[in-house]
């Protein structure tokens, strides 16, 4: 059964830090993996999908990379401000079902 | 606008009681799917269907029930037999499968 862990669970850093994010998962024969933000009381929200064929992907100021063999991904978020404040989760892709961690949650203090 | 509808948002469910969460899709989605979360904890996968009337259990499906008589519907319904709904629930579509998931605002389900 597909474990995924996401490490640390919470993270504070003052505004205008890079963010680094980890997830790592314990089976390899992935599809894809998925990056999700959620805000409070809400659902979520997909922020970069990476296909196991695939090393890195990138959207404005977040990168996401993945190494399948090691079971790894990180997310980066560069420059963060206090609306990126929110939890973020990794999810890994087996056929159709997705497998989440518990997620990162983040706080950018102004 | 093109997205995933869920109701209520919020929903109190007596003792001996079943409740049924809304999910309704305009994305012309074929794969449906409905998660739980626990504070703290990632989502668990419920129920998925992949197409209309089919549908598969996921990792924790005991004590929920749904059905796929529509594209665009994906109702669950929690049974008296599921001894712990209190939580937030997700319901969430794709159109390939790999494309990323769309959820909706979530359902938050409490015992009286």
């Known amino acids: 059964k597909q474990e995924v862990t996401q490490i640390p669970a919470a993270l504070s850093v003052p505004e205008g830090e890079n963010l680094v994010l980890n997830c790592s998962f314990t089976?390899?024969?992935?599809?894809?993996l998925q990056w999700f933000r959620q805000d409070p009381g809400k659902g979520l929200t997909s922020l970069l999908l990476i296909q196991s064929s695939q090393r890195e992907q990138t959207s404005g100021r977040l990168n996401a990379s993945l190494d399948k063999s090691s079971g790894r991904s990180t997310l980066y978020i560069a420059a963060s401000q206090p609306g990126d404040s929110a939890t973020y989760l990794c999810?890994?892709?087996?056929?159709?079902?997705?497998?989440f961690g518990a997620g990162t949650t983040v706080t950018v203090r102004a | 606008d093109g997205g995933i509808t869920q109701s209520p948002k919020y929903l109190f469910r007596k003792e001996g009681q079943n409740v049924t969460l809304s999910c309704e899709q305009n994305l012309n989605h074929d794969a449906m799917y409905w998660y739980r979360q626990d504070p703290g904890q990632g989502l668990r996968l419920i129920y998925y269907s992949q197409i209309v009337n089919d549908f598969q259990k996921g990792d924790i499906a005991e004590g929920y029930s749904v059905s796929r008589e529509k594209k665009e519907s994906f109702p669950l319904t929690v049974t008296s037999a599921q001894k712990n709904p209190t939580a937030f629930y997700l319901c969430?579509?794709?159109?390939?499968?790999?494309?990323?998931?769309?959820f909706g605002d979530g359902t938050r389900l409490s015992i009286l």
């Open positions: 089976d390899s024969a992935i599809y894809n």
């Open positions: 969430a579509s794709t159109g390939e499968r790999n494309q990323p998931q769309h």
């Open positions: 999810a890994v892709q087996d056929d159709y079902k997705l497998s």
